[in-house]
């Protein structure tokens, strides 16, 4: 699409203001959108239609005022041969606020970019959205939305969002806090053959645990000691060789079911269930030398049997609770018990998945973003930490991590979640349209404070820009100096340069009478085109900033000068 010049959206923004003050007093404004390449004489014959139409309107005055603007709109349309090359925009319809004043005016516009909107209203107000989107800004927008299960990667282009890829995780969920524990009392045993309670527990013992991929009891010095307190815990009851075991809810221990070994929280246990028990007479030495034909073989041949839950209890316990990690085996022996170690394992497990994920996810962000040619910045969010991890770790490629506008707090993380993004984003979104802008501004005013090169005022920066000298030159989008001719009854004229509210204040030298303008043109046009004349650069100011809206009272014009003058 061509993109529109900067002087050319100035045009519109004016014209748009200018519209946007108009206000009917009924359903008399006109507003006609005539697309590029539609035909100009069915475009005609639909305004004649609606001439018939109109005819049927209640209100005498308004019917009046409506077919008159109609008509003043055939009659424009007259004028051309065919359809302008990319379209034309016409609003017409009474102004005047005094009921019962006919004051009908029309606006023609030739929009320098296609339009594609075909449209006949008639309201209070003119159509202006479509001429608006003309001037919204074209920029693209990358926008990543993730946590641990699910990323969205998609574009912001002007007002419509895009999704381009979704991509889910196999992290496993992080389900347990604090820890996986037993109650202080438990017995671990020791090499030596002694068993202690795992509160006396130091890290210069070796320890029992077991090797479930070599299907061996291990001694190992390998391990950490955590210790938290617990007030909710689970009593498992066996009434065999061992009397009980006492646990959190979410500690997990290895149970035999259908000849395979599973993994269950305490709190999931049930009464029935079969637990690992490593028997004492296996610690040794295995006796069965034969390579085991299943796994329930190999289990058997290492010395371990099964042990029924008898009766499950929940507790409430004042003691203290302890948590081993053990590198390697994963597990530890607890009353004679095989049991999972740590959560650390898993938080760790969980860790490397959220790492292969977040990899991906910035790999397959950063290959769709990097084909985006006017990517104007980047904005992640999601629900939880994850979006601070991504950035913060630098998952994404540096091109596409630098353009990074900042990270918000949203909900969720599919094509809703895209939205939400945006919404809440505003702040940044237009902070990245108007930073070039403030820093050009703040310079402008360091320079203006430090008596530097610049100047500032419509006769200082005319006789600036016709001697040259003028490097860069700032006009404020509501810059709106004109030149007027114009005469008094009593035979006075004269030429003036001045604001356009100041107009209608000027009054005659002579007589004292309020002098008539005769003919009026905006000054913009030949500043810019004296400029590029030059080769002068043009910056056009908004009024969005504190500093832009500092300049608009200064005068609205300056410039940033080559030398002194």
């Known amino acids: 699409m061509v993109e529109m010049k900067e002087e050319e959206k100035l045009k519109l923004k004016k014209l748009i203001r200018e519209l946007e003050k108009i206000k009917g007093r009924h359903t008399e404004l006109v507003s006609v959108y005539i697309p590029s390449g539609y035909n100009l004489v069915d475009a005609m014959n639909q305004i004649f239609q609606e001439k018939g139409t109109a005819s049927n309107i209640k209100s005498k005055t308004t019917r009046k005022n409506v077919l008159t603007a109609l008509e003043k709109i055939l009659q424009h349309l007259k004028l051309f041969r065919k359809t302008p090359e990319n379209g034309l925009v016409i609003f017409c319809g009474n102004i005047s ?22 449209i006949y209203w008639c309201d209070q107000t003119f159509v202006l959205d479509p001429l608006k989107d003309l ?51 438990t017995l671990i045993q020791l090499e030596d ?27 190992t010095n390998s391990f950490e000691i955590f210790k938290r307190r617990s007030k909710k815990a689970y009593e498992l009851v066996f009434g065999e060789q061992v009397k009980s075991l006492i646990l959190t809810p979410e500690h997990r221990v290895f149970v035999l079911d259908k000849n395979k070994v599973s993994e269950k929280n305490v709190e999931e246990v049930e ?40 009766e499950k ?5 004042d003691k203290e609770f302890y948590d081993l990690y053990v590198p390697g085996v994963n ?61 913060e770790k630098n998952y994404l490629h540096y091109q596409i991590q630098k353009k990074v506008l900042g990270i918000k707090d949203i909900g969720s993380t599919d094509e809703y979640g895209l939205e939400e993004l945006v919404f809440k984003s505003q702040d940044l979104l237009k902070e990245a349209v108007i930073s070039k802008e403030r820093e050009l501004m703040q310079k402008f005013f360091s320079e203006l404070k430090n008596n530097g090169n610049v100047v500032y005022g419509y006769e200082e920066t005319k006789k600036a820009l016709e001697a040259g000298a003028v490097d860069i030159l700032l006009i404020s ?63 056009y100011i908004s009024t969005e900033t504190s500093e832009g809206i500092q300049f608009r009272e200064l005068a609205g014009i ?3 000068l080559r030398y002194k003058i």
């Open 135 to 185: 001037i919204s800004e074209k920029e693209v927008y990358g926008l990543i939305v993730l946590d641990a299960k699910e990323a969205t990667v998609g574009l912001l282009k002007g007002k419509r969002i895009e999704k381009l890829k979704t991509l889910e995780s196999t992290v496993p969920s992080k389900t347990v806090k604090g820890g996986m524990c037993v109650e202080e009392d």
């Open 331 to 391: 597990s530890f022996v607890a009353n004679g018990i095989i049991v999972h170690n740590s959560q650390k394992r898993y938080d760790r497990l969980r860790d490397d998945a959220l790492n292969e994920f977040l990899v991906k996810v910035g790999e397959e962000a950063s290959n769709l973003l990097l084909k985006q040619e006017n990517l104007k910045g980047v904005i992640i969010g999601g629900p939880g930490p994850v979006k601070e991890t991504f950035y």
């Open 558 to 560: 300056g410039a940033f």
């Open 477 to 539: 989008e509501e810059f709106n100096w004109v030149h007027v001719k114009f005469k008094c009854n009593c035979g006075f004229a004269t030429e003036k340069d001045l604001p356009k509210y100041l107009v209608e204040k000027q009054k005659c030298p002579n007589c004292g009478q309020k002098l008539i303008e005769e003919e009026s043109r905006e000054l913009v046009d030949e500043l810019v085109e004296k400029a590029s004349s030059l080769g002068t650069r043009v910056e």
């Open 313 to 317: 209890k929940e507790i409430v316990s």
């Open 193 to 219: 053959g002694k068993t202690i309670p795992i509160k006396y527990l130091s890290k210069n013992e070796k320890i029992l645990a077991y090797s479930f991929e070599k299907f061996t009891p291990v001694f």
């Open 271 to 310: 009464v029935g269930d079969k637990l690992l028990l490593l028997t004492n007479s296996k610690l040794e030495k295995k006796k069965n030398k034969k390579e085991a034909l299943n796994l329930l073989d190999k289990i058997h041949n290492s010395g371990v049997i099964e042990i029924e839950v008898k």
């Open 97 to 118: 606020q005094e009921e019962g004043k006919e004051d009908i005016r029309l606006w023609s516009y030739e929009p320098p970019v296609p339009i594609s909107q075909k």
